[in-house]
């Protein structure tokens, strides 16, 4: 046979292949990146961590790793949250409940010592849409990746309510660790707070930071409209 006649037989051919769905792709993409890219720069962390004992003195050598280490969380947190996004995405609803729960979990089964809680008050409803709980979900993994990378935590509260006498819904992190004022070194500033903000933004809301409740560690709020969480209006 030619090649101009292999060729053209070509679309023939093609015919027999299975076509793959969006949710299909969706998966595969989730579990390659999970798989390769996640798992090499967890590696990286732990690489960074070995070579930052080997420096010890050297300051300008600390520096670097210090800001190689900030841009290699931020990636692997960055792709964590893709990954969340395309199982959520195969879904109409989910429960974010479970999905901050499950993060908990993942933490403590990579070894972390920290101590997480999770208090959602009985008013808060069990689902809501896709989107919301995308949003809320990645705000709160950001707070606590703060709190336990940043801020050296051992603690990590999570408290989830709807505010009396109001329509707004409230998420509050809490953590035990260094505090707001000692994150936002000059080095070192945001570590993701406008990326939180702007989350909350998509979903009407707003986040604000303070120092915790004793004077130590700090208190993360996010608050948004009471209807996009899936909530009715008080007296509605």
Same mark, same amino acid.
């Given at each position: 046979?030619?090649?101009?006649?292999?060729?053209?037989? @070509?679309?023939?051919?093609?015919?027999?292949?299975?076509?793959?769905?969006?949710?299909?792709?969706?998966?595969?993409?989730?579990?390659?990146?999970?798989?390769?890219?996640?798992?090499?720069?967890?590696?990286?962390?732990?690489?960074?961590?070995?070579?930052?004992? +080997?420096?010890?003195?050297?300051?300008?050598?600390?520096?670097?790793?210090?800001?190689? +280490?900030?841009?290699?969380?931020?990636?692997?947190?960055?792709?964590?949250?893709?990954?969340?996004?395309?199982?959520?995405?195969?879904?109409?609803?989910?429960?974010?409940?479970?999905?901050?729960?499950?993060?908990?979990?993942?933490?403590?089964?990579?070894?972390? @010592?920290?101590?997480?809680?999770?208090?959602?008050?009985?008013?808060?409803?069990?689902?809501? *849409?896709?989107?919301?709980?995308?949003?809320?979900?990645?705000?709160? @993994?950001?707070?606590?990746?703060?709190?336990?990378?940043?801020?050296?935590?051992?603690?990590?509260?999570?408290?989830?309510?709807?505010?009396?006498? *109001?329509?707004?819904?409230?998420?509050?992190?809490?953590?035990?660790?260094?505090?707001?004022?000692?994150?936002?070194?000059?080095?070192?500033?945001?570590?993701?707070?406008?990326?939180?903000?702007?989350?909350?933004?998509?979903?009407?809301?707003?986040? *604000?930071?303070?120092?915790?409740?004793?004077?130590?560690?700090?208190?993360?709020?996010?608050?948004?409209?009471?209807?996009?969480?899936?909530?009715?209006?008080?007296?509605?």
């Amino acid at each position: 046979m030619s090649p101009r006649r292999r060729v053209q037989s @070509s679309p023939t051919t093609a015919k027999h292949v299975p076509e793959v769905t969006s949710e299909e792709l969706g998966k595969f993409l989730a579990r390659e990146l999970h798989d390769t890219v996640a798992q090499t720069l967890a590696t990286m962390l732990l690489e960074l961590e070995s070579f930052r004992i +080997e420096q010890h003195g050297r300051l300008g050598a600390l520096r670097q790793i210090d800001l190689l +280490e900030q841009s290699t969380r931020k990636a692997l947190a960055d792709l964590r949250a893709l990954l969340v996004e395309l199982r959520l995405r195969r879904q109409h609803e989910e429960d974010v409940i479970s999905l901050i729960r499950r993060g908990m979990l993942e933490r403590k089964g990579r070894g972390t @010592s920290v101590e997480f809680e999770l208090q959602v008050a009985r008013e808060w409803p069990e689902r809501m *849409s896709a989107k919301t709980a995308i949003e809320l979900h990645l705000i709160v @993994s950001e707070a606590i990746d703060n709190a336990v990378h940043h801020g050296g935590a051992r603690k990590v509260q999570v408290a989830m309510c709807l505010e009396p006498g *109001s329509d707004m819904a409230v998420v509050t992190i809490t953590d035990d660790g260094t505090g707001i004022d000692a994150r936002h070194s000059a080095d070192r500033p945001g570590f993701g707070i406008v990326g939180m903000q702007e989350r909350a933004g998509l979903l009407g809301g707003q986040v *604000s930071l303070a120092a915790a409740p004793g004077g130590r560690g700090t208190r993360v709020q996010v608050t948004v409209p009471a209807p996009a969480v899936g909530a009715p209006k008080p007296g509605g």
